[in-house]
């Protein structure tokens, strides 16, 4: 029998909040899945910037800065989602891997490690990464449940666009990889 899993799994997927989403949390965002399978699945918002930049995360983990620590102060720490917020995540390209990473394709891993951050602030760490406190979570066919009520859009990743800093861009951009124009839809959600 064939394993249809991968067919209907939406990992290494941008998640785009419709404009009919208002939840607090997730309204206009862009949420990388890294994992999903008949479990649930799990995401980090990728758009939505905190007041904390990388240094802070430095400082509170006495992380030392080998390199100008200028870039880390301008680089925002990311809000990636309302579960395990006081859990740091890295989403970082694959040319390398640290304790506790996870490949999601041969592109892109995600990991918790205090390792990789040790490396980031010597300069010995992956060339592209976003770091994010919490993730985003749905239980098992919570997410189906919610595309399929036009909650969300789903678009493939782009890692140029995943590792982007321009936050407030990001959704629109995402958008634009499926000819959508978000500015187009509107907030009231219809069914038919």
Same mark, same amino acid.
């Given at each position: 029998?064939?394993?249809?899993?991968?067919?209907?799994?939406? *990992?290494?997927?941008?998640?785009?909040?419709?404009?009919?989403?208002?939840?607090?949390?997730?309204?206009?965002?862009?949420?990388?899945?890294?994992?999903?399978?008949?479990?649930?699945?799990?995401?980090?918002?990728?758009?939505?910037?905190?007041?904390?930049?990388?240094?802070?995360?430095?400082? *509170?983990? @006495?992380?030392?800065?080998?390199?100008?620590?200028?870039?880390?102060?301008?680089?925002?720490?990311?809000?990636?989602?309302?579960? *395990?917020?006081?859990?740091?995540?890295?989403?970082? @390209?694959?040319?390398?891997?640290?304790?506790?990473?996870?490949?999601?394709?041969?592109?892109?891993?995600?990991?918790?490690?205090?390792?990789?951050?040790?490396?980031?602030?010597?300069?010995?760490?992956?060339?592209?990464?976003?770091?994010?406190?919490?993730?985003?979570?749905?239980?098992?066919?919570?997410?189906?449940?919610?595309?399929?009520?036009?909650?969300?859009?789903?678009?493939?990743? @782009?890692?140029?666009?995943?590792?982007?800093?321009?936050?407030?861009?990001?959704?629109?951009?995402?958008?634009?990889?499926?000819?959508?124009?978000?500015?187009?839809?509107?907030?009231?959600?219809?069914?038919?």
């Amino acid at each position: 029998m064939a394993d249809t899993t991968h067919s209907t799994s939406l *990992e290494n997927q941008f998640l785009i909040a419709m404009p009919q989403l208002v939840d607090p949390y997730f309204a206009n965002t862009v949420t990388y899945l890294w994992k999903h399978n008949d479990q649930g699945a799990l995401g980090i918002v990728v758009n939505k910037p905190l007041p904390a930049c990388i240094a802070d995360i430095f400082d *509170e983990l @006495d992380i030392s800065c080998t390199i100008a620590v200028g870039p880390f102060r301008s680089r925002s720490v990311l809000a990636g989602g309302p579960v *395990e917020r006081d859990k740091g995540f890295i989403v970082h @390209d694959s040319r390398r891997s640290w304790d506790s990473s996870i490949e999601v394709t041969a592109d892109i891993s995600v990991c918790t490690s205090k390792t990789i951050l040790q490396a980031i602030a010597t300069g010995q760490g992956p060339e592209n990464y976003l770091v994010a406190l919490g993730c985003a979570g749905w239980e098992a066919g919570q997410l189906e449940r919610e595309i399929s009520e036009n909650a969300w859009l789903t678009a493939p990743a @782009d890692t140029e666009l995943l590792f982007s800093t321009d936050y407030a861009g990001k959704a629109a951009s995402a958008a634009a990889i499926l000819g959508i124009d978000l500015k187009q839809i509107s907030p009231e959600a219809g069914h038919s």
